[in-house]
């Protein structure tokens, strides 16, 4: 089984925190499309095996018209194996989200819509620069089922400087009242070369805080644990059944492609990552040629991303993973390492190796550079 991701690099607004490629210039997403395609096409024997899962991301999925999506999902669909039930994720900004919209994706075969809401709390909504209102928040998940496509999944962003621990679990709360099978919820990182991080350094806006960030954590783990959330990757909650294959996939180690500027591809041996422009984007698609740079991923660099994989996931790091793929002297590291970190109380055994401890999870990738081999 493999993958594939389409990057849409193209949003209405900037919103402040942001740290993704794109651009506000809309007004170039036709020719972006026409590079699409070709991209497909020149691709096309990138990946050997059917394609279980594909997914719109971005930028901003949710702007492209009938007609644009209409020509990619043809492209894919013409150069590509798909899996007869094939996960279609898109995602949508509520601004976009309309009935007339969501029925169109309906009927392009969609049937996971990842709705980037962020908040339910409209200060929140504003500091972050968001460019729609928690009134149409409300609206694009009711037009969504309204629509057909029940299979959803909210992002959340927590540990912002308006977000009470009451509003937090307001928001809560509206995920058990509209029955959304899955949630995403991210910490707010202020990165560098970010409109947020100009304007903290400047003392335009608050700063968040690391503590409440933690203490926001702890709330979503225990309050959606309680409405039946599994909580299988640290960022990720699910209802039973409702895990998103894609990202799945991505921690399995599962081939993909990534198509459009910025996406990255894997193969088991290397990655590689389509330059992050869309001018010489669509320039260098335009002349036959696929901008990238490739990694080729040697056994250390493989061995860490496994640990960070899967120290992030429920089901943890799994012995017998680690000797089947890297061999007996990573697995002679990691226990080692491990038998340190379970004095620390971060661990805790499972039946086929280890996971962080339930108090560690907010720590998870700070424990898993513990275990880092750099060379
Ligand atoms: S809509 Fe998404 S990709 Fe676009 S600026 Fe906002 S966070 Fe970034």
Redesign the pocket.
């Known amino acids: 089984m493999s993958g594939i991701y389409i990057h849409i690099p193209f ?1 209405k ?3 402040h ?2 740290n ?1 490629h ?1 651009s506000t210039q809309i007004e170039h997403i036709n020719d972006f499309v026409d590079a699409l395609v070709k991209e497909v096409s020149l691709q096309k024997k990138y990946l050997s095996q059917p394609v279980q899962t594909l997914y719109f991301g ?3 999925p949710s702007l492209l018209t009938d007609a644009q999506l209409h020509k990619i999902i043809t492209a894919i669909q013409v150069n590509f194996s798909l899996s007869p039930n094939i996960e279609l994720t898109l995602e949508a ?1 509520p601004d976009d989200i309309n009935f007339e919209k969501t029925k169109m994706w309906h009927d392009h075969g969609i049937n996971r819509l990842s709705i ?1 809401i962020q908040s339910f709390q409209e200060d929140a909504l504003n500091w972050m620069n ?2 729609h209102t928690t009134i149409q928040s409300h609206q694009s998940i009711e037009n969504a089922k309204k629509a057909g496509i029940d299979n959803l999944s909210i992002d959340l962003i927590y540990g912002t400087p308006h977000l009470s621990k009451e509003a937090l679990l307001n928001d809560i709360e509206m995920l058990h009242h509209y029955q959304i099978p899955h949630v995403s919820c991210y910490a707010l990182t202020v990165e560098e070369k970010t409109a947020l991080y100009h304007l903290i350094k400047d003392k335009k806006i608050e700063d968040v805080d690391a503590n409440k960030q933690a203490e926001h954590f702890e709330i979503l783990v225990e309050q959606l644990g309680k409405i039946g959330y599994e909580h299988y990757e640290i960022s990720n909650f699910a209802k039973p059944g409702h895990q998103s294959k894609h990202n799945s996939n991505y921690w399995k180690g599962i081939p993909y492609l990534g198509l459009g500027p910025s996406a990255h591809s894997y193969n088991i041996e290397s990655r590689q990552w389509n330059i992050a422009n869309n001018h010489l984007y669509i320039q260098n698609i335009n002349k036959g040629t696929v901008p990238f740079e490739v990694e080729n991923l040697e056994t250390p660099t493989r061995f860490n991303e496994y640990i960070m994989i899967s120290l992030r996931l429920l089901e943890g790091v799994n012995f017998q993973v680690i000797e089947d793929r890297f061999g007996a002297a990573y697995l002679a590291h990691t226990i080692n390492i491990k038998d340190q970190l379970n004095n620390l109380g971060q661990l805790q055994n499972t039946q086929k190796g280890f996971c962080i401890a339930k108090e560690a999870r907010f720590l998870a990738d700070g424990i898993a550079s513990e275990f880092f081999i750099t060379d």
Do not use: V
Request: aromatic share 20%; glycine share 20%.
């Open positions: 949003c607004k900037a919103c925190y942001c993704f794109f971005g930028g901003t900004n980037g968001r460019a």
